[in-house]
């Protein structure tokens, strides 16, 4: 247990149901505890909800996530319990299992495609310029996650939506919302602090949704008047075989794609930030190989960042059937949470797996899932953003080192921070 103790590594003993456990960051101690202990173990919510099986181990998160038939999306990925039509009306591409979720995923996967990805580096570059060098006329003392982080994929999304740039910090203040849902920074409705049943029907139980539900019904009707090139008015096209999504379908992969095609990028450009800044060495290596070595130090130091920070803690599944896991004796109904963020710091998978290492290989994390038909959607558009990000700030500083205290988000779903202030000098 090396590099991740400079930190706080955490009790042994944390709640891992309770949102408030993770403003401390991610409680590692205890993670260690149970896969070594008790990988498949049984826990009460805080939050009030039923309980789950919590699946810590990277080999038996892969046996869950291969058999989609057993351990189903189809009830919801995440710790709510919303059953009939209130889960129906919200439900997103997440939530379907094959062949559904098959049909709905060749529906809106063409622009996220490896190839599309590649042909948006250029206007990926251009805006991680910008935004670098925007945040170091503005001075060298200043928050990163805000300054630097939230803007690229803020504006990136902009561009992939064809929406004004004017609209992107509405966009991503109500994404937050979302993500954020237990935070009370995050939303004037966080889950379990103030009463939220009237919004059960919406994503995430947060009115954020509705606001974003309007605004995907105006674009959508901008578009079927004038037709783009953008990716609103690829979802809304129907494919050649005259398949398309629904209203209600469309409203859905909208919202998803605003909270995580944002959030989730942003706090794993602060994680990577904050690894290098540990390692001043690595971030040296790092910045002398780009532009030397075809990218391939980058593309490591990248598989890198999302392990060490995998963002996404968690997600649920549900037993269809009765059936049993490393002795566990998992009944039909039961909620199974696979957990990313402990899979992706078994020992037995990543040796010395709390040394951040840039040079690591292999590097099979779950950050987007693994062997598993939900694999991250934006997965090559997110690494493609990290990888250029990096690409454009570490040439430009020098010196740099942590300013202040972090803040985390209040959430057992997605581990992020909030703010984290940083120093640096100009390269």
Not at 6 to 14: E, H, I, M, R, V
Not at 156 to 171: F, K, Q
Not at 195 to 221: G, N, V
Request: charged share 30%; hydrophobic share 40%.
């Amino acid at each position: 247990m090396s590099d991740v103790t400079k930190g706080d590594f955490g009790p042994p003993d944390a709640d891992i149901t309770d949102p408030d456990t993770y403003v401390s960051g991610f409680p590692y101690a205890t993670f260690e505890r149970l896969r070594r202990d008790d990988p498949v173990s049984w826990w009460e919510c805080a939050t009030g909800e039923r309980g789950f099986w919590a699946v810590t181990r990277y080999d038996d998160l892969l046996t869950v996530s291969k058999q989609p038939d057993l351990f189903s999306n189809a009830q919801g990925v995440t710790l709510e319990d919303i059953e009939g039509d209130d889960f129906h009306a919200r439900r997103n591409m997440l939530e379907y299992d094959p062949p559904e979720h098959t049909r709905y995923r060749r529906l809106v996967s063409k622009p996220f495609a490896r190839r599309e990805v590649y042909a948006y580096e250029n206007a990926i570059r251009l805006l991680a310029r910008e935004v670098v060098e925007q945040a170091l006329a503005e001075g060298t003392e200043f928050d990163f996650v805000d300054r630097v982080a939230k803007q690229l994929p803020m504006r990136m999304l902009g561009r992939l939506l064809g929406v004004p740039d004017a609209d992107g910090p509405w966009l991503v203040e109500r994404g937050d919302a979302l993500l954020g849902n237990f935070d009370p920074e995050m939303t004037e409705h966080p889950v379990g602090m103030t009463d939220t049943d009237q919004f059960k029907h919406i994503p995430f139980r947060s009115p954020a949704a509705l606001d974003l539900y309007r605004y995907a019904e105006e674009q959508a009707r901008l578009r079927r008047e004038r037709p783009t090139d953008d990716v609103i008015s690829r979802l809304l096209a129907p494919t050649i075989d005259g398949e398309q999504l629904g209203e209600r379908e469309f409203k859905n992969f909208f919202v998803l794609l605003v909270s995580a095609g944002n959030d989730t990028s942003r706090y794993t450009m602060a994680a990577g930030m904050k690894a290098l800044i540990e390692h001043p060495e690595q971030m040296a290596e790092l910045r002398d190989s780009i532009g030397t070595d075809d990218g391939m130090l980058m593309e490591s130091a990248v598989e890198e960042i999302l392990r060490w920070g995998t963002v996404t803690m968690h997600f649920r599944r549900t037993a269809v059937a009765d059936t049993e896991l490393r002795g566990a004796p998992i009944k039909a109904g039961d909620k199974v949470l696979i957990w990313f963020h402990s899979a992706d710091y078994d020992a037995d998978q990543f040796p010395d797996p709390y040394r951040f290492d840039i040079h690591r290989t292999p590097n099979d994390h779950v950050a987007f899932g693994r062997m598993s038909p939900h694999l991250c959607l934006g997965a090559q558009l997110a690494r493609m953003e990290i990888k250029v990000l990096f690409e454009e700030l570490l040439p430009r500083i020098g010196d740099a080192r942590l300013n202040g205290p972090i803040d985390r988000l209040r959430s057992n779903f997605i581990g992020g921070m909030k703010r984290m202030p940083v120093a640096v000098t100009r390269a």
